[in-house]
């Protein structure tokens, strides 16, 4: 009798388990996937803001406008940070793109990018050393917009 209060107790836990399930499946979603961001963290050197602002306004915005071209990119920012304290960002890039499809790219299409900006795949990793005089990098994110359809 023990074993058959046991098993129908199983089952009614099964059940109620089964429905709490089923019925936040059902749910119904009150947001969309939007576009996916990318943060990056940048503190430029003592000196060398106007430099590096230079360089943004010169490859970095190449790259970024072709991007658009191509439908990839959705908008970029630049944002300035007050009152900065040591070892902290004074600017925050951001980039903002269609979806996550845009980083499923083959070594080659990423190769004809570079070399449209910076001439060549080398020079392209030469510029990204000879930046290292300008700024250091302090971090940043990937993120993914929520939209409420609602």
């Not at 089952?11 to 059902?26: D, E, P």
């Not at 990839?72 to 902290?88: A, G, P, Q, T």
């Not at 392209?124 to 005089?133: H, K, L, T, Y």
Request: aromatic share 8%.
């Amino acid at each position: 009798m023990k074993t058959i209060i046991r098993a129908a107790t199983l089952a009614a836990t099964i059940a109620c388990g089964c429905a709490g399930i089923a019925q936040a499946q059902t749910a119904e979603r009150v947001y969309a996937q939007g576009t996916v961001w990318s943060v990056g963290y940048i503190e430029t050197k003592p000196g060398m803001f106007d430099d590096y602002m230079a360089y943004l306004n010169g490859p970095w915005k190449a790259i970024q406008e072709a991007a658009k071209k191509r439908g990839d990119v959705i908008s970029y920012k630049i944002l300035s940070v007050n009152d900065v304290r040591d070892n902290e960002p004074d600017l925050v890039l951001m980039v903002e793109y269609k979806n996550m499809a845009v980083f499923d790219q083959s070594d080659e299409e990423l190769d004809k990018q570079t070399s449209a900006a910076f001439g060549s795949p080398v020079k392209a990793n030469q510029a990204a050393v000879s930046r290292e005089s300008l700024r250091t990098t302090r971090g940043g994110f990937l993120s993914r917009e929520l939209k409420f359809i609602k």
